[in-house]
């Protein structure tokens, strides 16, 4: 029907009414894409402000107090304080008058030195369990008095003990031990430096001999660990061997002593023979030695 005024009545789409342009209709209607919004920067970080460096005494004290290892509940065994030993940790040892504390080392393992800061007041005694391979060294201490504090530095034939001891009126450990890492009993730098020795299994090996340094001051090789499997001599030395002089091994027989047969795999000397005596030197005139000796 025409309007009003004779021109035809627009029609409203409906249903599936198609424009008659196609294309015009799509262009219409696609919007235009947004602004994307700014981005917001985190704010920066606050300066980090370093730990004072400190020098002197107070760099002593703080690295004292940062090495000292007391006793925890999940540590004992028993009766027993059983430590992980790390180097350069300084143990607290507990202790009462008049009673004992027994520390043990490691089977094998033979008591070089000690030394306690107040002998006076502090009774320190060595002594020993077990047979052969099992056998174990032990250090006694008693204080003579409650309120005490003092320090005990012990060598032995594999490693150094830094511990601090203390007294109370009744509180006091009965004994101290520790945990060692396995690579101690063996030599990975010698695995990994492709030997086919056979390093033996712990409870096969003996670990008894004593290292002992005959000049002043033990050298940077100084021998870790000592051991047998009956039939073989394996001497263990620490990493700065590979940076050092490496020392000549001399059998003692009788009064004389001679240059023995033996072969190197990376830090370790393999002796085909076993001894009772023998000595590490190095030098000519001024000559540093080391001595090693089967304790049985």
């Known amino acids: 029907m025409d309007g009003i005024f004779g021109q035809p009545k627009p029609v409203t789409p409906s249903g599936n009414f198609q424009p008659a342009n196609m294309a015009a209709a799509q262009t219409a209607i696609v919007p235009e894409p947004l602004a994307a919004p700014p981005r917001l920067e985190p704010p920066p970080a606050p300066p980090q402000k370093s730990s004072p460096k400190l020098r002197d005494a107070a760099a002593v004290d703080q690295a004292n107090a940062a090495a000292q290892q007391g006793p925890r509940s999940e540590q004992f065994i028993n009766a027993i304080m059983t ?62 008095a409650p309120g005490l504090d003092t320090s005990l530095i012990v060598t032995t034939s594999r490693r150094s003990y830094h511990l601090r001891l203390r007294s109370f009126n009744e509180t006091a450990m009965v004994a101290v031990r520790w945990q060692y890492p396995k690579i101690d009993l063996f030599d990975a730098e010698a695995d990994m430096a492709g030997t086919s020795e056979p390093a033996g299994k712990a409870d096969e090996l003996f670990f008894g001999y004593e290292i002992k340094p005959l000049s002043t001051t033990p050298p940077r090789w100084m021998p870790k660990a000592v051991y047998d499997d009956g039939r073989k001599v394996y001497i263990r030395f620490p990493a700065a061997f590979a940076a050092t002089e490496a020392p000549v091994l001399y059998v003692q027989n009788g009064e004389d002593s001679q240059i023995v047969n033996y072969r190197v795999r990376g830090n370790l000397y393999i002796v085909d023979r076993l001894f009772e005596t023998a000595q590490l030197r190095v030098g000519q005139q001024s000559q540093t030695i080391v001595e090693l000796k089967r304790t049985e």
């Open 83 to 144: 430590y992980d030993w790390v180097e350069g940790v300084q143990y607290q040892v507990y202790t009462a008058p008049p009673r004992i504390t027994d520390i043990g080392f490691e089977e094998g393992e033979t008591i070089v030195s000690f030394g306690a800061g107040d002998t006076i007041r502090w009774k320190v005694a060595k002594t020993w369990s077990g047979e052969g391979r099992k056998r174990q060294e032990h250090l006694l201490i008693k204080p003579l």
